[in-house]
């Protein structure tokens, strides 16, 4: 067979029989097949495809569908006419019948055929068999007609089976989606089975002793930060600010760094100066220390430290040294109402004073962050672990009724006098006599608030509510009215004394001694301050009656004005009296009472007989909303009838307007005082001092009181009218202007004092 292209039309006609042994080069092939069979073809001829797939013989024939290959992509060989296939079908058992006998076509007799070509030299065949020459030119005849005129469709051949056309290949199926998502959800659960099964197991058939392990392996990387809540502040009755909470820096270093440890010197000397602290104790508390078994990595160097302070240090970049936010309480008026505000620590909880007394109110509750930390050098939070914060709640603030401005000018005043007057110690009230509200509360010595540890423990206590004295003569303003009130002595009544009265086996004279005999008034006896008197007037009391109106003027026991750790006093009860009681106690000795129970009790005589417990809180206010909340209403009781308070009160007069009377010192111009002097002896730890506890406590204007001022000051030497007298004047006069109270309508009267 001669080689040609795969894309040469093979020639129509009979072809040589396939591979015999008989054929021979130049023989003709025969041209009439055997009995009911087709002739054999060769190789060569039988090639049914083109490079596109498509069938030689086309002209009205199909070929034939198989059934063995229905792939597009490669198509079947199909067998020429003149071919044997039938009998390689019959052969093979695929029928029985022979193949239906095909319809010749008819010759084109009006088509002229071309002239045959030249033949060209044949290479030399590959195999055995070579294509006849006449079936090539034949072939090469009939190429033109198909050209000129369309192909006449063959019939198709009547077989057994209709044979189909051939149909399109589905195209490649895709996976199934439906598939996957079965097996992921299949995975899914069976991951939260597995979790579940954990779970039961942990919580039921967990151990005792494992759950604790587990317990304390989270335990071990957990760790807590305090939220410090902001402190409230202490105001004034006009909302100005007497204490409140700032932003600071604290000061801390680590002992265990190299770097630190090289030059601990040297770095004390550059902090010590800014700090304010002495550079061996910087260099202390930088050293190396265990604290419960382990190196220490923190110490305080400071605390409430400035702004700009902790900025210098920063910028200086100390090795082991940092600073950190704190919060630092801040007094604006440095001294002022120091001895009433006290002070808080270093942790910012109150330590004296109402920031102590008061010191859950203002505080708060600090709020706390619990988060997981790693372990070594990962001891650092777990970014996505375990964390949970609660808030802190703001502290209240504390208005006070004390007044800013009053208070500056009492503490003044207060100051001159125990200075000029040498004074260990001493205090003054100020109390509004219609509401029983502490206006003032100055003691003196003064002290800043801010540096409380640079100054002596005793001088930064509060004397008007702890410290407490023999009240001396002006407890006798409590024995004057108890007597008029049991109607015991009439307001004009004449009482017969002497220069001395004794009491047991003690002998109680007059500072203004008068002959035996002598018949004075009441307001001359107030005047002159007679113990004489007195005691004549507490006899007709009796020890009961003495007691109970002393309880009733407030005595014995503490006011509850707010101050933490304040003093009751002390009365003498009737059945330890011994025979000298008789004579001390009305004078006022053997009893002990603070300064703010003196004015209290003063308080009832200026409120027309009625008691008012005096206070210091005026209102609490939220941290949170601002809400403000009063405080509660004082405690009131009556001592004495309104017009027995005031036959009192006006007595009391001839204290400051009797000539040679003892309280002169104490007068306001344009105002009426009543009042009494005191002196007495401080009381320290049960011992009475060598001191004078020297007392002035009065009420202005007289004839209608609006304030009650008691001033009391240690001194060596001196009674209450030149040394607190002159104080009280002061205080009065700044209290009554301020306040724009009208000067008295009236003068005081003229005193009847002897008879």
């Given at each position: 067979m001669s080689p040609r292209a795969d894309d040469e039309t093979p020639r129509r006609g009979t072809s040589p029989r396939r591979g015999s042994s008989r054929d021979m080069p130049g023989d003709e092939p025969e041209e009439t097949p055997r009995d009911n069979r087709r002739g054999r073809s060769s190789i060569g001829e039988a090639r049914a495809y083109t490079p596109r797939g498509r069938t030689v013989a086309e002209r009205g024939r199909l070929p034939r569908d198989t059934g063995r290959n229905t792939d597009p992509f490669r198509p079947a060989l199909q067998v020429l006419d003149g071919g044997e296939s039938g009998q390689r079908t019959r052969g093979r058992g695929r029928t029985t019948?022979?193949?239906?006998?095909?319809?010749?076509?008819?010759?084109?007799?009006?088509?002229?055929?071309?002239?045959?070509?030249?033949?060209?030299?044949?290479?030399?065949?590959?195999?055995?068999?070579?294509?006849?020459?006449?079936?090539?030119?034949?072939?090469?005849?009939?190429?033109?007609?198909?050209?000129?005129?369309?192909?006449?469709?063959?019939?198709?051949p009547r077989t057994r089976e209709k044979t189909r056309r051939p149909v399109p290949a589905e195209p490649p199926k895709l996976a199934s989606s439906s598939r996957r998502l079965r097996l992921g959800t299949v995975l899914a659960l069976s991951l939260f089975v597995t979790i579940g099964v954990r779970l039961v197991v942990l919580q039921v058939a967990t151990s005792p002793e494992e759950a604790a392990s587990l317990l304390e392996l989270r335990e071990n990387r957990l760790t807590s930060v305090t939220l410090p809540a902001p402190r409230g502040r202490i105001l004034d009755r006009n909302g100005n600010v007497l204490a409140h909470s700032v932003e600071a820096r604290y000061v801390y270093a680590d002992p265990e760094n190299k770097k630190l440890q090289e030059d601990v010197a040297g770095t004390a000397a550059k902090l010590a100066p800014?700090?304010?602290?002495?550079?061996?104790?910087?260099?202390?508390?930088?050293?190396?220390?265990?604290?419960?078994?382990?190196?220490?990595?923190?110490?305080?160097?400071?605390?409430?430290?400035?702004?700009?302070?902790?900025?210098?240090?920063?910028?200086?970049?100390?090795?082991?040294?940092?600073?950190?936010?704190?919060?630092?309480?801040?007094?604006?008026?440095?001294?002022?109402?120091?001895?009433?505000?006290?002070?808080?620590?270093?942790?910012?909880r109150g330590l004296e004073g109402l920031e102590a007394r008061y010191d859950d109110l203002l505080h708060g509750a600090d709020g706390k962050r619990v988060f997981e930390i790693g372990t070594g050098k990962l001891n650092k939070p777990i970014p996505g672990g375990f964390q949970q914060d609660v808030e802190a709640r703001p502290g209240s603030s504390?208005?006070?009724?004390?007044?800013?401005?009053?208070?500056?000018?009492?503490?003044?005043?207060?100051?001159?006098?125990?200075?000029?007057?040498?004074?260990?110690?001493?205090?003054?009230?100020?109390?509004?006599a219609r509401t029983g509200e502490v206006l003032a509360q100055a003691s003196y010595p003064l002290?800043?608030?801010?540096?409380?540890?640079?100054?002596?423990?005793?001088?930064?206590?509060?004397?008007?509510?702890?410290?407490?004295?023999?009240?001396?003569?002006?407890?006798?303003?409590?024995?004057?009215?108890?007597a008029l009130q049991e109607g015991l002595v009439k307001p004009d009544e004449v009482i017969a004394i002497g220069p001395a009265i004794k009491k047991g086996d003690t002998l109680f004279k007059d500072t203004h001694p008068q002959d035996k005999g002598t018949r004075m008034t009441l307001?001359?006896?107030?005047?002159?301050?007679?113990?004489?008197?007195?005691?004549?007037?507490?006899?007709?009391?009796?020890?009961?009656?003495?007691?109970?109106?002393?309880?009733?003027?407030?005595?014995?026991?503490?006011?509850?004005?707010?101050?933490?750790?304040?003093?009751?006093?002390?009365?003498?009860?009737?059945?330890?009296?011994?025979?000298?009681?008789?004579?001390?106690?009305?004078?006022?000795?053997?009893?002990?009472?603070?300064?703010?129970?003196?004015?209290?009790?003063?308080?009832?005589?200026?409120?027309?007989?009625?008691?008012?417990?005096?206070?210091?809180?005026?209102?609490?206010?939220?941290?949170?909303?601002?809400?403000?909340?009063?405080?509660?209403?004082?405690?009131?009781?009556?001592?004495?009838?309104?017009?027995?308070?005031?036959?009192?009160?006006?007595?009391?007069?001839?204290?400051?307007?009797?000539?040679?009377?003892?309280?002169?010192?104490?007068?306001?111009?344009?105002?009426?005082?009543?009042?009494?002097?005191?002196?007495?002896?401080?009381?320290?730890?049960?011992?009475?001092?060598?001191?004078?506890?020297?007392?002035?406590?009065?009420?202005?204007?007289?004839?209608?009181?609006?304030?009650?001022?008691?001033?009391?000051?240690?001194?060596?030497?001196?009674?209450?009218?030149?040394?607190?007298?002159?104080?009280?004047?002061?205080?009065?006069?700044?209290?009554?202007?301020?306040?724009?109270?009208?000067?008295?309508?009236?003068?005081?009267?003229?005193?009847?004092i002897k008879e």
């Open positions: 019948e022979p193949p239906p006998q095909r319809e010749q076509a008819k010759p084109r007799e009006q088509t002229k055929p071309r002239e045959p070509a030249k033949p060209r030299e044949q290479p030399a065949p590959r195999t055995k068999t070579r294509e006849p020459e006449k079936t090539r030119e034949r072939a090469r005849t009939r190429e033109p007609q198909r050209s000129r005129e369309p192909e006449r469709r063959r019939p198709e800014l700090l304010g602290v002495p550079h061996s104790e910087l260099v202390e508390k930088m050293q190396r220390k265990q604290v419960m078994g382990q190196w220490s990595k923190f110490r305080y160097l400071d605390r409430g430290v400035d702004l700009p302070i902790a900025d210098r240090i920063d910028a200086l970049k100390l090795p082991g040294i940092y600073t950190h936010s704190d919060e630092r309480r801040d007094v604006p008026g440095g001294d002022l109402a120091s001895n009433l505000i006290g002070f808080t620590g270093e942790e910012g504390l208005q006070l009724t004390i007044d800013q401005d009053l208070q500056f000018q009492v503490q003044r005043v207060l100051d001159a006098a125990g200075k000029k007057k040498n004074a260990r110690v001493g205090g003054a009230v100020v109390l509004d002290y800043n608030a801010a540096k409380p540890n640079a100054v002596d423990p005793i001088e930064r206590i509060d004397m008007p509510s702890s410290v407490v004295t023999d009240p001396g003569s002006s407890h006798k303003a409590f024995i004057f009215g108890a307001p001359g006896l107030l005047a002159f301050s007679s113990n004489v008197g007195t005691i004549l007037l507490a006899d007709r009391l009796g020890p009961d009656k003495v007691y109970e109106y002393q309880q009733k003027f407030g005595l014995g026991k503490a006011t509850g004005e707010g101050m933490p750790a304040e003093a009751d006093g002390d009365l003498l009860e009737t059945a330890d009296w011994s025979g000298s009681s008789y004579g001390s106690v009305p004078i006022g000795h053997s009893v002990s009472a603070t300064l703010i129970q003196m004015a209290a009790g003063y308080g009832a005589i200026a409120n027309d007989g009625v008691y008012i417990q005096p206070h210091l809180i005026k209102a609490t206010i939220s941290g949170e909303d601002g809400t403000e909340t009063p405080a509660a209403a004082p405690s009131t009781h009556r001592v004495l009838d309104t017009e027995v308070a005031r036959e009192l009160r006006l007595m009391m007069e001839a204290v400051t307007t009797v000539k040679d009377a003892t309280g002169l010192a104490a007068q306001v111009p344009g105002y009426r005082v009543a009042g009494k002097t005191g002196t007495g002896k401080l009381l320290v730890n049960g011992q009475y001092t060598s001191n004078n506890a020297s007392s002035f406590v009065g009420m202005a204007p007289a004839e209608n009181p609006r304030y009650v001022i008691a001033v009391s000051m240690d001194v060596s030497s001196g009674g209450g009218g030149d040394v607190a007298a002159p104080a009280f004047s002061e205080m009065m006069s700044y209290v009554l202007l301020q306040n724009h109270v009208p000067p008295s309508g009236s003068e005081a009267p003229d005193f009847k």
